[in-house]
């Protein structure tokens, strides 16, 4: 039976790992321990105490963390831990130029180094339903497609930090798309006109996104603004997105300011509510509430 | 059996009026004779030589033009031979401003006013389910409600000029939508990612949208740019929107500069090449294609 | 001796209108009449009780009112009392649509209207060294400039209209350079670089501006923040700019994103604040005071 | 008599070596050789074959590069020639982050750096006029202050990297003010207004900027768009403010908006032309010459 081992159990790792514990010998390890612990009892994996006791003698490794800066802190132990042949798939929102030299890093010590972000929240987290959108040796993908258990979708996008350019620029999207349907409501909305009935005829018209058909409706109108994706965080991907921008020497200039007004409503409503609580700094700036 | 008109049969109105003629005794005028003598030969309906003769005796009008200019530019003539209870339903997408004056001079001659713009492009026009947003008073737009033959959804969104103001901000949110998703495929392009891998998996994400799952697959990377909506239209429906924001004292930095940027294009690319053709302006700014 | 007419003392208008009186017979109005008794009392003017007895007799005319509806709201009156020949110089910063069209009204009733707005703030009203840009007859402005006491510049920007849009679009550079100007200095206070050499050093480099050589030493580091021209005011003047362009159908995507910002800035901070407390919200966005 | 040593000759680092050369000892280096002979010749300076023999014994090294990335490549070599106390002063126009890594790797081998970059163009080089804003160790600036002989003004402004992070935002300010005027001045053209006429009115008022008293009538509006700052360099430098702000976690929406412009400008019109080419993308957004 394939071992596998899991680090960071997270919103997202916790459940990524647990449908990997239903099919494969999984270990798991986690900064806070009791969170491993609390997995091994819910799912059957092994909690491991350090991370070189998870990784030695894996097949396959799975990180997900915050930023590529705490995955960059554990590659020592990782690459000092792995088997030859190891294929390392970091499910981590990371920076592009981290991946392609952890990469290089990883292939001296004969280990694979994939990114590959996902996308799908923790409700496709929880259903293993989630996409991976991966970076890096298309053969070495290949080879761990069956252990991708929480997937429903995986595609090879592009050599080694090509994953983690296109999860930033599908959330420097999100955080467009989220903002300007923000904009529009709340101008429409100091105007007279009905939120919930605009919502209603845009969602069927050519302005719709997942920000309006899902998050705006569920979150923002209701006022719930449930955490399950930090603001901070969003902010964080969409400055990713801008150095994949800058580092190709493209032109954006849109997503270059969504950028700054995202991490301006990080700064100013708070980085550890909701993603959707960037409307607040909206409604700050129309005096107006989006309902 | 109930007698209506429509006035303007361009590549929106003349497939609406199609649907009604089917029901509805329906006379139809054109500035250029001969598109309505085609659509009697075609579907049946009347071809009437001025606005007056199509207009007297009709139990509801319906107005499809260019921009609220052109509408205004009937009124007159539309008030005038109009009988008392007529319901002008105005489907052009036109200003708020706009609606709101007609709305009060149709009132003095005994006509309701409604601003009704569509959303769903020629195909949903040719396949009768566009979506109807309507301002103005709502129980007249209930008695007409059974004469939207070309309508799957119909919704009353506010007062007069709420129609026209959500069609705005619906079209302002698409051209956001699609530019920035043109500008972050433009970067990933020249980054080296496979725009097409991209795009799958953005549409499967949560930075999808009506431009990433349906325009810019079937028009931008298929290069066809087939001319269905004018890019010069949606510059022009940008700024009403800009009107609409500035009108209610509203904060809307980001629909303000796509504005600018859709307007840029229109200049720059040509304002009767399609709407998608935005991207062509992108792809110069960036010196790559977008496919 | 000429006699002129004065309309609305407010905070540029009163110095204006005490320039002319020294050298013509000056009639002044004010929607509250203490502030035209006191300007009689202060500088020799004649206080009038209402608008059509200032006017009735007078060669020029000047308005200084907040806007082009204060304007418009006084002209059925000013056009009744006036002489044939008035030239009425209208020094609002006003909406060079309106301007059209009171042109075409001056006209039909023998007036002249000259779209006249000036720059030079509080301090060039007191000292008399105000730069005006006029548009309209040039003709017309020639036979009055003798009578711009309070001008150190006057210059014939085009026909109706030119003024306002000229005035506009300098108001809206002005928005620009400042925000602009407080976002990089935000970002330097984070980065640990002390502001005033910055600035110290952005003065006698290429990036200066009016911004940062004198509005953002005098008033935001020293937290003064003094009311001479309010946060709302300018919002409204970039909201004329953001019409002047959309008007020419021309692409300002800058212009038009700062507009929005300044927008959310009197929403947000307070429409009668000093137009420097705009730097108040980029305060909020960065979680950092600048100084 | 001290000797200085000064690395790369091109359009500002000649001038300015040549004012060192009528007061030191200097020796001078350039990547093509042949630039470093006419320097000799024609101010007296020592032409060195390699960056070795020029840094050996001086007791201050001056560089003048394109970007970080030249001045990281001769680091190696020139720390291994320097001797003990040698301060390293980088008029290069660089990165942050490249001045931090740096100064710590130069620490270690006895020598400060200082991140140094210097503004005024070619003709304040020419002069002997420059600006310098220096970041990093004060007491050691002090120290070589008398041999900065090219320089008007030098200013202190923070810790290691300050200097080029005023540098950036400086030019970042550049960009905006430049672009903002351009996009301000094509719609008064649009409308009808006389620009030099509008130029003289704004320059009298509250809109000015060095952007639009010097560039625009010197450069855009004469048509010669001379090059003396390459459009590709200015792109550059609002990259490096992008990632100034960045890293600070700082907003600057139009700071960010306006590089993407920038650099849609350089892929666009030419990353080889003069900075103020900029405004030829403005003029085909707006199909509307800027004179």
């Known amino acids: 039976m394939t071992t596998v081992a899991f680090l960071g159990l ?6 990524m790992a647990g449908h990997l514990a239903g099919q494969f010998e999984t270990r798991v390890w986690n900064r806070t321990p009791e969170k491993a612990q609390q997995h091994a009892a819910q799912h059957g994996s092994q909690a491991c105490a350090d991370v070189a006791e998870a990784v030695r003698g ?3 490794l799975f990180t997900c963390l915050p930023t590529s800066a705490e995955v960059d802190a554990l590659a020592d132990t990782v690459l000092g831990a792995a088997s030859a042949g190891l294929v390392w798939v ?3 929102s990371g920076e592009p130029a981290a991946a392609r030299a952890l990469a290089v890093r990883a292939a001296q010590a004969g280990v694979v180094f994939l990114d590959a972000p996902v ?5 496709g987290a929880d259903a293993g339903t989630l996409t991976v959108m991966v970076g890096g040796d298309a053969g070495a993908l290949d080879g761990v497609r069956p252990t991708l258990a929480f997937a429903a979708k995986v595609v090879h996008v592009g050599p080694s930090g090509a994953g983690f350019a296109v999860k930033a620029i599908n959330n420097a999207l999100l955080a467009v798309n989220l903002w300007a349907a923000g904009e529009g409501l ?9 939120v919930s009935a605009a919502l209603q005829v845009i969602n069927a018209s050519s302005g719709r996104s997942n920000a309006t058909e899902n998050l705006i409706p569920q979150r923002v109108v209701t006022r719930a603004f449930p955490v399950t994706f930090k603001l901070g965080l969003l902010a964080k991907d969409a400055g990713i997105a801008l150095r994949v921008v ?6 954006a200039p849109v997503l270059n300011a969504v950028e700054g007004l995202m991490r301006g409503a990080a700064n100013a409503v708070g980085a550890d509510e909701d993603h959707t609580a960037a409307l607040k700094l909206i409604e700050r700036l129309n005096d107006q509430e989006i309902r």
């Open 10 to 15: 997270g919103a997202m790792g916790y459940p």
């Open 58 to 60: 894996a097949a396959v």
């Open 90 to 92: 970091d499910c981590t």
């Open 119 to 123: 996308s799908g929240g923790t409700s």
């Open 186 to 194: 709340a101008a429409l909305a100091r105007a007279g006109v009905d």
């Open 246 to 251: 800058n580092d190709a020497r493209a032109s």
